[in-house]
């Protein structure tokens, strides 16, 4: 038969062709799922998160923070209250998350339940959207907004939190971004020397400064100091060696004064004769119980950086002694973990843990399930210590913003820190119930040098907000 | 039935018409296989011979399926009056071979005997069409 | 004794072999394609005009399979079966892809199934394409030419290769009905220097068997025929006709320094063409390496190969994967979408059946002793639909470098949908006249 023998060929050579394209689909089909569905470029890595409906993130009152937006089979994420992006943090498909998306994530993406076979098959054939809960934050809209115009436009952090709970009522960190238009605003925003996506309340690290003033007063209150002893030469600057020097935040009313007075002008030299006349050689209640060398974080949040002093300039050990005693040597400190310290003294000595989850509600759930805080305070100071320091805070309030004390107790202090270049303006304040149903901390921190009475007027419609809190 | 139950038995049934589809191509293949492969060996071995009674010298191979009848394209060309055109045809199924009448105007004998419908052949049988007469001889199979 | 797949034949008729399973076969298809459109229309409710798709398919598969039937007993019973199932196969994924797509690509079954049909029916389809063989080959040069001169694009893209030629909405593409001319003329010419070729083969000195005097006439068509598709950037088409015409010069001469030729010339145009052709760079380079830049030029190769990946063994089931991902899934990328959606198992099924109308168009080849242009044509068309789908199937799965080809009957395109019906049609007819 002519051309039987090529044709035979041609349709052998074919045969082998089709089961060679089917080798090379079983080998991809096979083999890509561990390496091709892997890679960061699979799309359907990012459809599956886009399919996912995020939780709704709302503040103690049920005002809206976060929501996601349906849009073509996918959802994305939309941020309703500008004051506290940088409490909420964002959500990206592209860069990841973080701030409460982050620390939440589990509960906000939920996790698709399959109980049945209908399940099993509805998730497979019509995939609906991955439905996450809903979560209920500690904060409160109005005293985030509150505290967010007090910061203006400066660098800093603030936080407010219920000393009694610990629950954080406002959680600020500035420069920050719109996690609106992250995507879009991600290479300036990530080349930005104000390092936007740092937190300063929860991460940054800072020179103690003025706050030993406070535990200083606190140890002396303690141990039972005459605080109407005067001290001489009390508006003179301390020289620190090395060049640096600490002087009065305010001007001093003279140059004797108690530790009170000096407490309220921010001098640190009656504190720097306290120390040396009584406490030289030791600092252990400022290690040790304030633990200021275990950073604090908050459950889940990013983790501060290990709180190591930067290289100290070349000063000997007394001088280095000295310096840590007044807040300028090794001690270091992020504002959540001052933000204790301060809690403790506004409750009654002790400091419950930080937390800013009040409630979550799980999708077709109608009721909230509230949060419950974690139990166990850590002692700081003894009741009337606490009270003591109240009492010198309020007096320090008064002084500085001419005003009595409302219906509640008002307290704050204000103090600078100061490592190398940057520069701190601090302001710790408390607000406290007559009858001690409510106590609530404040921490306002500016890396800039501020003056103490813009500071104060700046900070007074916080200290309104909170006391226009509800019951 | 709720949607996604329905989505999952059409994707069943999808895929059981695919693997149906394979399956009945593979079996179609193999049947046919098998039976070109009987139809080579018979092509090369006939199962016997048809001998015409009156005519010794005329021997036929017996290759079934073979029609006999006057017109020039039968296997087995009867040239007689009483023939038509397509008289007759042997086939084989089930084992056996069949002896058929095509509808002639006279009719087919067996032994003698004119056949109604199919009439299975067995060795030594004697086909009348016309004054024809054909004995079959089949050959001996191991 | 050994038994040779390609001598059988269809069980002759009269004997007790049946031919439901045509019918079987029909409607296992038929089930197939419906329990795809029902499963789409359950995923998109409020679209019932994808079932006009389904529809016409039908009547088409209904309407050629008793045509053929009373018409055509004898015809090969495999071919059609498997070109129905593909060509229902390919509408519904283009209605899952691209809707937009759909309709269009349905209403060009109907003329696709009428040339098939006609080409089946009609034994005067291949006396015409023999006797007007220079007439059909100068007017689809003429075509191919006109193209060039006003050639359109129906995507609308000003860089996109013009290789169609556009008249009252309907788009037709020159360089298919080329392939199908093309193989008409190889096949009466060479069938009429076969013996002459064979005769000299291993007599005379080397060579001599395909001297000029005997191919003159076919390399000058040949070679035209490759500079204007060449002209044109249509490469794929230019290398499948290449390959084809070598294919065949090798079954007609029965030369085997044909093939050692045709692979060194494609190497070395493959070379050329790499520093001649921008495109032709593009693709190798791709292909060498498409992880270097998998999210620029690349993409479209790696999507497919993650289309793989993603369907695994059984699938994400119709509607469920996301080939979306692959551009322009619905025509030179089909069958990596199939692949998500039906799985791997679908893929074996898909080239299962490119591989029954290689086994069965070579075998009709084969039936067909005696008549040296029947044997020729029926090589030559089924050489240039499993090339075409080796091509790209290939190129899908990064084998070969990518040629820009549909896959028959299931890609989106008009023109060649309908070129290759009619070449199933001409197939259907050399399997039946045999007899």
């Given at each position: 038969?002519?051309?039987?023998?090529?044709?035979?060929r041609?349709?052998?050579?074919?045969?082998?062709?089709?089961?060679?394209?089917?080798?090379?689909?079983?080998?991809w089909?096979?083999?890509?799922?561990?390496?091709?569905?892997?890679?960061?470029?699979?799309?359907?890595?990012?459809?599956?998160?886009?399919?996912?409906?995020?939780?709704?993130?709302?503040?103690?009152?049920?005002?809206?923070?976060?929501?996601?937006?349906?849009a073509?089979?996918?959802?994305?994420?939309?941020?309703?209250?500008?004051?506290?992006?940088?409490?909420?943090?964002?959500?990206?498909?592209?860069?990841?998350?973080?701030?409460?998306?982050?620390?939440?994530?589990?509960?906000?993406?939920?996790?698709?339940?399959?109980?049945?076979?209908?399940?099993?098959?509805?998730?497979?054939?019509?995939?609906?959207?991955?439905?996450?809960?809903?979560?209920?934050?500690?904060?409160?809209?109005?005293?985030?907004?509150?505290?967010v115009?007090?910061?203006?436009?400066?660098?800093?952090?603030?936080l407010?939190?219920?000393?009694?709970?610990g629950?954080?009522?406002?959680?600020?960190?500035q420069?920050?971004?719109?996690p609106?238009?992250?995507?879009?605003?991600?290479?300036?925003?990530?080349?930005?020397?104000?390092?936007?996506?740092?937190h300063?309340a929860?991460?940054?690290?800072?020179?103690?400064?003025?706050?030993?003033?406070?535990?200083?007063?606190?140890?002396?209150?303690?141990?039972?100091?005459?605080?109407?002893?005067?001290?001489?030469?009390?508006?003179?600057?301390?020289?620190?060696?090395?060049?640096?020097?600490?002087?009065?935040?305010?001007?001093?009313?003279?140059?004797?004064?108690?530790?009170?007075?000096?407490?309220?002008?921010?001098?640190?030299?009656?504190?720097?004769?306290?120390?040396?006349?009584?406490?030289?050689?030791?600092?252990?209640?400022?290690?040790a119980?304030?633990?200021?060398?275990?950073?604090?974080?908050?459950?889940?949040?990013?983790?501060?950086?290990?709180l190591?002093?930067?290289?100290?300039?070349?000063?000997?050990?007394?001088?280095?002694a000295?310096?840590?005693?007044?807040?300028?040597?090794?001690?270091?400190?992020?504002?959540?973990?001052?933000?204790?310290?301060?809690?403790?003294?506004?409750?009654?000595?002790?400091?419950?843990?930080?937390?800013?989850?009040?409630?979550?509600?799980?999708?077709?759930?109608?009721?909230?399930l509230?949060?419950?805080?974690?139990?166990?305070?850590?002692?700081?100071?003894?009741?009337?210590?606490?009270?003591?320091?109240?009492?010198?805070?309020?007096?320090?309030?008064?002084a500085?913003?001419?005003?009595?004390?409302?219906?509640?107790?008002?307290?704050?202090?204000?103090y600078?820190?100061?490592?190398?270049?940057?520069?701190?303006?601090?302001?710790?304040?408390?607000?406290?119930?007559?009858d001690?149903?409510?106590?609530?901390?404040?921490?306002?921190?500016?890396?800039?040098?501020?003056?103490?009475?813009?500071?104060?007027?700046?900070?007074?419609?916080?200290?309104d907000?909170?006391?226009?809190?509800?019951? | 039935?709720?949607i996604?139950?329905?989505?999952?038995?059409?994707?069943?049934?999808?895929?059981?018409?695919?693997?149906?589809?394979?399956?009945?191509?593979?079996?179609?293949?193999?049947?046919?296989?098998?039976?070109?492969?009987?139809?080579?060996?018979?092509?090369?071995?006939?199962?016997?011979?048809?001998?015409?009674?009156?005519?010794?010298a005329?021997?036929?191979?017996?290759?079934?399926?073979?029609?006999l009848?006057?017109?020039?394209?039968?296997s087995?060309?009867?040239?007689?009056a009483?023939?038509?055109?397509?008289?007759?045809?042997?086939?084989?199924?089930?084992?056996?071979?069949?002896?058929?009448?095509?509808?002639?105007?006279?009719?087919?004998?067996?032994?003698?005997?004119?056949?109604?419908?199919r009439?299975?052949?067995?060795d030594?049988?004697?086909?009348?069409?016309?004054?024809?007469?054909?004995?079959l001889?089949?050959?001996?199979?191991? | 004794?050994?038994?040779?797949?390609?001598?059988?034949?269809?069980?002759?008729?009269?004997?007790?072999?049946?031919?439901?399973?045509?019918?079987?076969?029909?409607?296992?298809?038929?089930g197939?394609?419906?329990?795809?459109?029902t499963?789409?229309?359950?995923?998109?409710?409020g679209?019932p005009?994808?079932?006009?798709?389904?529809?016409?398919?039908?009547?088409?598969?209904?309407?050629?399979?008793?045509?053929?039937?009373?018409?055509?007993?004898?015809?090969?019973?495999?071919?059609?079966?498997?070109?129905?199932?593909?060509?229902?196969?390919?509408?519904?994924?283009?209605?899952?892809?691209?809707?937009?797509?759909?309709?269009?690509?349905?209403?060009w079954?109907?003329?696709?199934?009428?040339?098939?049909?006609?080409?089946?029916?009609?034994?005067?389809?291949?006396?015409?394409?023999?006797?007007?063989?220079?007439?059909?080959?100068?007017?689809?040069?003429?075509?191919?030419?006109?193209?060039?001169?006003?050639?359109?694009?129906?995507?609308?893209?000003?860089?996109?290769?013009?290789?169609?030629?556009?008249?009252?909405?309907?788009?037709?593409?020159?360089?298919?009905?080329?392939?199908?001319?093309?193989?008409?003329?190889?096949?009466?010419?060479?069938?009429e220097?076969?013996?002459?070729?064979?005769?000299?083969?291993?007599?005379?000195?080397?060579g001599?068997n395909?001297?000029?005097?005997?191919?003159?006439?076919?390399?000058?068509?040949?070679?035209?025929?490759?500079?204007?598709?060449?002209?044109?950037r249509?490469?794929?088409?230019?290398?499948?006709?290449?390959?084809?015409?070598?294919?065949?010069?090798?079954?007609?001469s029965?030369?085997?320094?044909?093939?050692?030729?045709?692979?060194?010339?494609?190497?070395?145009?493959?070379?050329?063409?790499?520093?001649?052709?921008?495109?032709?760079?593009?693709?190798?380079?791709?292909?060498?390496?498409?992880?270097?830049?998998?999210?620029?030029?690349?993409?479209q190769?790696?999507?497919?190969?993650?289309?793989?990946?993603?369907?695994?063994?059984?699938?994400?089931?119709?509607?469920?994967?996301?080939?979306?991902?692959?551009?322009?899934?619905?025509?030179?990328?089909?069958f990596?979408?199939?692949?998500?959606?039906?799985?791997?198992?679908?893929?074996?099924?898909?080239?299962?059946?490119?591989?029954?109308?290689?086994?069965?168009?070579?075998?009709?080849?084969?039936?067909?002793?005696g008549?040296?242009?029947?044997?020729?044509?029926?090589?030559?068309?089924?050489?240039?639909?499993?090339?075409?789908?080796?091509?790209?199937?290939?190129?899908?799965?990064?084998?070969?470098?990518?040629?820009?080809?549909?896959?028959?009957?299931?890609?989106?395109?008009?023109?060649?949908?309908?070129?290759?019906?009619?070449?199933?049609?001409?197939?259907?007819?050399?399997?039946?006249?045999?007899?």
């Amino acid at each position: 038969m002519p051309f039987a023998r090529e044709i035979r060929r041609l349709l052998a050579a074919s045969l082998a062709a089709f089961a060679l394209i089917g080798i090379a689909a079983a080998y991809w089909a096979v083999s890509g799922a561990s390496t091709l569905l892997l890679r960061e470029d699979n799309p359907r890595v990012v459809e599956a998160q886009r399919r996912i409906e995020r939780g709704r993130i709302f503040d103690r009152n049920g005002i809206l923070l976060a929501d996601s937006v349906a849009a073509d089979g996918a959802f994305t994420r939309n941020y309703a209250h500008p004051a506290s992006y940088s409490a909420v943090g964002y959500f990206s498909l592209r860069y990841g998350s973080s701030g409460t998306e982050a620390a939440f994530d589990a509960a906000l993406s939920g996790e698709r339940e399959i109980a049945t076979i209908s399940d099993y098959l509805r998730a497979h054939t019509l995939r609906p959207p991955q439905v996450g809960a809903d979560i209920r934050l500690s904060l409160d809209a109005a005293v985030q907004e509150a505290l967010v115009a007090a910061m203006g436009a400066l660098p800093g952090a603030g936080l407010v939190m219920d000393a009694t709970s610990g629950a954080l009522l406002a959680l600020a960190s500035q420069p920050t971004f719109n996690p609106n238009t992250l995507d879009e605003d991600w290479a300036r925003l990530a080349a930005d020397a104000g390092e936007p996506f740092f937190h300063r309340a929860l991460q940054g690290n800072y020179q103690l400064g003025g706050a030993a003033y406070l535990l200083l007063l606190a140890q002396a209150i303690d141990s039972g100091f005459d605080l109407s002893q005067q001290f001489a030469g009390a508006s003179a600057a301390v020289d620190l060696g090395g060049g640096t020097t600490v002087a009065c935040i305010q001007e001093a009313p003279s140059d004797q004064l108690t530790l009170p007075q000096a407490f309220i002008a921010g001098c640190p030299a009656p504190f720097l004769l306290y120390w040396q006349q009584n406490l030289a050689g030791t600092q252990a209640h400022i290690k040790a119980e304030f633990d200021f060398e275990q950073p604090l974080s908050l459950a889940g949040f990013p983790a501060p950086e290990a709180l190591a002093a930067p290289a100290s300039d070349a000063v000997d050990a007394g001088q280095l002694a000295l310096r840590n005693a007044l807040g300028q040597g090794a001690l270091r400190t992020t504002p959540l973990q001052l933000m204790t310290v301060l809690s403790a003294i506004a409750a009654d000595g002790s400091a419950a843990a930080p937390n800013i989850l009040a409630a979550q509600r799980p999708p077709a759930a109608e009721s909230w399930l509230a949060h419950a805080p974690p139990t166990g305070r850590a002692r700081m100071f003894s009741p009337a210590v606490a009270e003591a320091l109240r009492h010198q805070l309020s007096a320090s309030w008064s002084a500085l913003s001419g005003r009595a004390a409302p219906e509640a107790a008002i307290g704050a202090t204000l103090y600078r820190s100061q490592a190398g270049d940057a520069l701190q303006t601090w302001l710790l304040g408390f607000i406290r119930w007559h009858d001690g149903s409510r106590a609530i901390a404040f921490l306002l921190l500016q890396e800039a040098r501020v003056g103490a009475a813009a500071l104060i007027t700046q900070s007074q419609p916080v200290f309104d907000a909170l006391l226009a809190l509800p019951g | 039935m709720s949607i996604e139950v329905a989505i999952f038995l059409l994707r069943l049934l999808a895929g059981i018409s695919l693997v149906a589809f394979l399956l009945t191509l593979f079996a179609v293949i193999m049947r046919q296989m098998r039976q070109s492969e009987a139809l080579l060996k018979l092509s090369a071995e006939p199962q016997g011979y048809l001998l015409r009674e009156d005519e010794p010298a005329e021997r036929h191979a017996l290759r079934p399926p073979l029609t006999l009848g006057r017109a020039g394209s039968n296997s087995i060309v009867v040239d007689d009056a009483f023939a038509s055109a397509l008289h007759a045809q042997i086939s084989e199924s089930e084992g056996k071979l069949w002896l058929e009448d095509c509808q002639s105007r006279n009719g087919t004998r067996l032994n003698g005997e004119p056949i109604g419908g199919r009439t299975i052949l067995a060795d030594g049988d004697i086909i009348g069409i016309g004054k024809w007469r054909y004995r079959l001889a089949l050959s001996t199979r191991e | 004794m050994r038994v040779d797949l390609t001598q059988s034949t269809a069980p002759p008729s009269g004997l007790h072999s049946g031919k439901g399973f045509r019918w079987a076969l029909l409607a296992l298809a038929c089930g197939f394609v419906l329990a795809g459109y029902t499963t789409l229309a359950l995923l998109r409710p409020g679209d019932p005009a994808l079932w006009s798709g389904f529809c016409l398919w039908l009547l088409c598969a209904a309407g050629g399979a008793f045509l053929l039937e009373l018409k055509l007993p004898a015809r090969d019973p495999y071919l059609y079966p498997a070109v129905m199932l593909l060509s229902g196969w390919g509408l519904l994924a283009i209605e899952r892809l691209a809707p937009a797509f759909a309709e269009r690509q349905a209403i060009w079954l109907v003329p696709a199934m009428a040339s098939m049909l006609l080409a089946a029916i009609f034994p005067q389809a291949l006396r015409w394409l023999r006797g007007y063989r220079y007439v059909l080959l100068t007017l689809a040069l003429a075509l191919l030419l006109a193209t060039i001169a006003v050639g359109t694009n129906p995507s609308g893209f000003e860089a996109a290769p013009r290789l169609w030629l556009g008249l009252g909405g309907i788009y037709f593409q020159p360089a298919e009905a080329m392939k199908v001319i093309l193989v008409a003329f190889f096949a009466s010419y060479l069938a009429e220097q076969s013996a002459t070729m064979r005769a000299l083969l291993g007599k005379a000195r080397a060579g001599m068997n395909l001297s000029p005097r005997l191919l003159g006439p076919i390399l000058l068509m040949w070679l035209l025929a490759l500079l204007i598709l060449l002209w044109q950037r249509d490469l794929g088409t230019a290398m499948l006709i290449f390959i084809v015409f070598m294919l065949l010069l090798y079954v007609a001469s029965g030369d085997w320094r044909i093939i050692a030729a045709a692979v060194m010339l494609v190497l070395l145009a493959a070379f050329a063409a790499y520093f001649l052709f921008d495109l032709v760079q593009l693709r190798v380079d791709i292909w060498v390496d498409p992880w270097a830049d998998a999210d620029g030029r690349a993409y479209q190769i790696v999507q497919s190969l993650m289309a793989f990946a993603a369907g695994g063994i059984f699938g994400s089931g119709l509607g469920m994967g996301a080939p979306g991902y692959i551009p322009v899934a619905h025509s030179d990328f089909i069958f990596a979408a199939i692949a998500e959606e039906w799985g791997l198992l679908g893929i074996i099924t898909l080239v299962s059946c490119y591989g029954l109308l290689a086994w069965r168009g070579f075998a009709i080849a084969l039936q067909r002793a005696g008549s040296a242009f029947g044997q020729l044509l029926a090589v030559g068309l089924t050489l240039m639909l499993v090339a075409q789908a080796l091509m790209i199937m290939a190129g899908v799965l990064k084998l070969l470098p990518l040629t820009g080809l549909t896959l028959p009957f299931i890609s989106y395109g008009g023109s060649s949908l309908l070129v290759s019906f009619f070449m199933v049609g001409i197939l259907l007819r050399l399997s039946a006249s045999e007899r």
